[in-house]
Structure formats: C-alpha cells, structure tokens
T-cell receptor, first 113, second 115 residues
Framework: SQKIEQNSEALNIQEGKTATLTCNYTNYSPAYLQWYRQDPGRGPVFLLLIRENEKEKRKERLKVTFDTTLKQSLFHITASQPADSATYLCALATSGGYNKLIFGAGTRLAVHP | GAGVSQTPSNKVTEKGKYVELRCDPISGHTALYWYRQSLGQGPEFLIYFQGTGAADDSGLPNDRFFAVRPEGSVSTLKIQRTERGDSAVYLC?????????????FGSGTQLSVL
C-alpha cells in the first residue's frame, strides 16, 4: 500500500542546533515534494518545493534533500530558534498537473532556549 | 484580500443537520482546493476546482459532500446529513496557476464539530 511516514514523536532540540526531519514514502513515484509549516489553529504555510530531478534545495536557514532511490526527503533547519517550533508536514504530488497533495501526518518540532 | 479567508472559523452542529462552509481565495487565483484534516493527521485532499468547474472530486468521501464555485472565485463546501465522523478541520487553499508545482496558500480552516 502507499504510505508517507514522518516521525510521529516530537523532536526536541536546543536553540542554535540543526533540526533534521525525515519524510519516507513507499509505493509512490512523486513528481515533486513540498514541505509546509503548521502552527496550532492555523493552515499550513508553504516552505519549499523540490522536484524529482533535484537533489537539494536551500532557502535561508532551510535545506531540503530528495533521494528518489531511498524514497526519502530530509528537511533541515540550521541555527534553530524557538520561533521555529511548529509542526512540519511533507507532501507528495504524483503528476496530473495540479496540487493533489498527499500529506504525511507531520512532525512536531520544539526548539528550547 | 491578503490571504485565503474561511468562514465560519468554528461550526458546531447536530448530527443530521446540513452545513455550508465558505472559502474566499486570494484574488486572481484560478485553482482552489478543499482538504480535510483530522486531529493528529495531515490534510487529506477532497476536491480541486480549476475556474468554475470541479476538475477532480475524487477525494469527497460520499455523496453527502458537495462543493461549488459558481463564479470562479468563492467556493462553498456543503455537507448534508452530518455525521459525527465528519468532525474535522476543513481547509481551503488556492494557487495562482495550475502548473502542478505551484505552492498552495491555505486558509486557517473551519473547525466543524458534529455533536
């Protein structure tokens, strides 16, 4: 069956450290993958998109990697801050020309001062 | 408006009642999506509109759910004969184009509680 898995346990890290979140998938061939941030009571906010032919994408303190052989994406936040505390969602899109995204359940990140 | 607006933010109803949830997308966005998010889960696709037409409604759970977008902007998600299992946050999202890799802008959602 098709699955997207993110760490279900919360990730607790110290301010200034690098947070690494994992997204694994099975039985999909995604055309691209997106990462979103979600705060309590709010909708997801887009962070980064990486295509199947890209290995790595960066934006400020954020970095995403995409390994289609391992069927895995890693999401890194460097020099983490308490304001980075939120739930991070990965989402796959196969093809079809529109954003029929399949989301993982998300990983909650808590950055402690 | 500045972002995607959803009303009401909270809706409490009784089992068997009819509800309507409204979405105002970002002005000019042609693509509009409805997703549903249960507690502790990621959003789940319901329906996609390109302009006025529902291009993909494969995520609607059953025929009690229906959505419209008559003028290509505001959309309404309609749920008939609500059941307790319909309780969730209903999220609307829009995007500027339909290339398939455009980022989605989400609203804050409508928390639906069916008692």
């Amino acid at each position: 069956s098709q699955k997207i898995e993110q760490n279900s346990e919360a990730l607790n890290i110290q301010e200034g450290k690098t947070a690494t979140l994992t997204c694994n998938y099975t039985n999909y061939s995604p055309a691209y993958l997106q990462w979103y941030r979600q705060d309590p009571g709010r909708g997801p906010v887009f962070l980064l998109l990486i295509r199947e032919n890209e290995k790595e994408k960066r934006k400020e303190r954020l970095k995403v990697t995409f390994d289609t052989t391992l069927k895995q994406s890693l999401f890194h936040i460097t020099a983490s801050q308490p304001a980075d505390s939120a739930t991070y969602l990965c989402a796959l899109a196969t093809s079809g020309g529109y954003n029929k995204l399949i989301f993982g359940a998300g990983t909650r990140l808590a950055v402690h001062p | 408006g500045a972002g995607v607006s959803q009303t009401p933010s909270n809706k409490v109803t009784e089992k068997g009642k009819y509800v309507e949830l409204r979405c105002d997308p970002i002005s000019g966005h042609t693509a509009l999506y409805w997703y549903r998010q249960s507690l502790g889960q990621g959003p789940e696709f319901l329906i996609y509109f390109q302009g006025t037409g529902a291009a993909d409604d494969s995520g609607l759970p059953n025929d009690r759910f229906f959505a419209v977008r008559p003028e290509g902007s505001v959309s309404t998600l309609k749920i008939q004969r609500t059941e307790r299992g319909d309780s969730a946050v209903y999220l609307c999202a829009s995007s500027a184009e339909t290339g398939g890799n455009e980022k989605l802008f989400f609203g804050s959602g409508t928390q639906l509680s069916v008692l």
